[in-house]
Each structure stands twice: as structure tokens, then as C-alpha cells.
Nanobody, 115 residues
Framework: QVQLVESGGGLVQAGGSLRLSCAAS????????MGWYRQAPGKQRELVAV???????NYADSVKGRFTISRGNAKNTQYLQMNSLKPEDSSIYYC?????????WGQGTQVTVSS
């Protein structure tokens, strides 16, 4: 049973930084890609950033230049460094991973940016 666990969310003032972490357990295989999505109340879940096993990254236009996705040294771990946070970045952030062709999601972590 593959499980993803996020951590690092919280409350921060506008202009501040947070670092989210995600670790997937329960699989002997490395992920093909990992990513971060977010969902605000009343809105659809949207892509924030993804990173492939080869290190290729893709970002939503709204976070380019402010957020950085990276993979950890441990298997199936990833991070999202969020700088220059804005109130509109407030959301529940979910990590996901594609492992052996299957998509897995974490339970989400709340990020709140106060103005």
C-alpha cells in the first residue's frame, strides 16, 4: 500500500517562505514523476509544479520564479520551496506520485498566507 505524507504547511505572512515536504512509502519502485497541486475552497485542484525522474520540471505560470520543486536523496521524496508567498497562494497543497503507472495522492497540507 503506497502512502504519501505531506508536511510543512502553516500560516505565514505575505512575502514569507515555506517549504513543503512529501514522502511516499510502501513501494520498492522509484516514482516516474512527482508533483504538487493545490485546491482552494470552491475552486478546482490545479497544478503547481511537477518533476520527472530525470529532473525535468514544470511550473504553473502563477508560481514561476517563486516556487522550486526538487526531489530528495531518499527514494520517492520531494520538496516544494515557496518564496515570496502571496495571499492568493493560500490553499490546501497536495503531493502526488506516479509509481509503476499508478497515481497516488497525499492527504494535503494547509498553507495560509496572511496579508
Amino acid at each position: 500500500q503506497v502512502q504519501l505524507v505531506e508536511s510543512g504547511g502553516g500560516l505565514v505572512q505575505a512575502g514569507g517562505s515555506l517549504r513543503l515536504s512529501c514522502a511516499a512509502s510502501g513501494s520498492m519502485f522509484s516514482s516516474d514523476s512527482m508533483g504538487w497541486y493545490r485546491q482552494a475552497p470552491g475552486k478546482q485542484r490545479e497544478l503547481v509544479a511537477v518533476i520527472t525522474s530525470g529532473g525535468i520540471t514544470n511550473y504553473a505560470d502563477s508560481v514561476k520564479g517563486r516556487f522550486t520543486i526538487s526531489r530528495g536523496n531518499a527514494k520517492n521524496t520531494q520538496y516544494l520551496q515557496m518564496n515570496s508567498l502571496k495571499p492568493e497562494d493560500s490553499s490546501i497543497y497536495y503531493c502526488n506520485a506516479i509509481i509503476m503507472g499508478r497515481l497516488y495522492w497525499g492527504q494535503g497540507t494547509q498553507v495560509t498566507v496572511s496579508s
